[in-house]
């Protein structure tokens, strides 16, 4: 009989996070006209907004003119500054990826391409951008 109680539950609670979860694509720059991204939100279980971005036929840094040393991806709340996340690195096959957290929950985020991965502020050309409100 428990068992019959929980099912409803648990059912409950992976329709949640369902209904919690978005795909948003980013617009690319005229720099990288090839390039296609996609940022995957959803909420993590202390409410945070867990990103997983996933590009697909963006150069690698090194191949823009001028060249850049790396792909740096920034969440900017509404307001505020914005936020080094983490490098975007791209392989072989012209893909990448970044999993990241972020405790907000509406906010730009884009990807620039800048002289170094430790950035604190983005300095050099925009490639990407996205807008997530949850």
Same mark, same amino acid.
């Given at each position: 009989?428990?068992?019959? $109680? ?11 996070? =369902?209904?919690? %979860?978005?795909?948003?694509? #980013? =617009?690319?720059?005229? #720099? =990288? &006209? %090839?390039?296609? /991204? ?14 997983? @971005? ?14 850049? =040393?790396?792909? @740096?991806?920034? $969440?900017? &709340?509404? !307001? ?5 996340? !983490?490098?975007?690195?791209? !392989?072989?096959?012209? +893909?990448? +990826? ?7 929950? +509406?906010?730009? @985020? $884009?990807?620039?391409?800048? /002289? ?7 300095? !050099? &050309?925009?490639?990407?951008?996205? @807008?997530?409100?949850?």
């Amino acid at each position: 009989m428990k068992r019959m $109680v929980y099912l409803p539950l648990v059912a409950l609670l992976l329709l949640t996070a =369902v209904l919690w %979860a978005r795909n948003d694509h #980013m =617009v690319n720059s005229a #720099m =990288v &006209p %090839a390039a296609q /991204g996609k940022v995957h939100t959803a909420h993590d279980h202390n409410g945070n907004t867990e990103l997983d @971005i996933q590009v697909h036929h963006l150069a690698k840094p090194r191949d823009l003119n001028p060249s850049y =040393v790396s792909y @740096i991806v920034w $969440v900017e &709340p509404r !307001g505020e500054a914005p936020v080094n996340v !983490g490098e975007l690195r791209v !392989g072989d096959d012209l +893909k990448g +990826k970044l999993k990241t957290t972020t405790p907000f929950k +509406k906010f730009d @985020i $884009v990807v620039t391409a800048e /002289g170094a991965p430790n950035a604190t502020a983005p300095t !050099g &050309p925009e490639v990407l951008h996205g @807008i997530v409100s949850r």
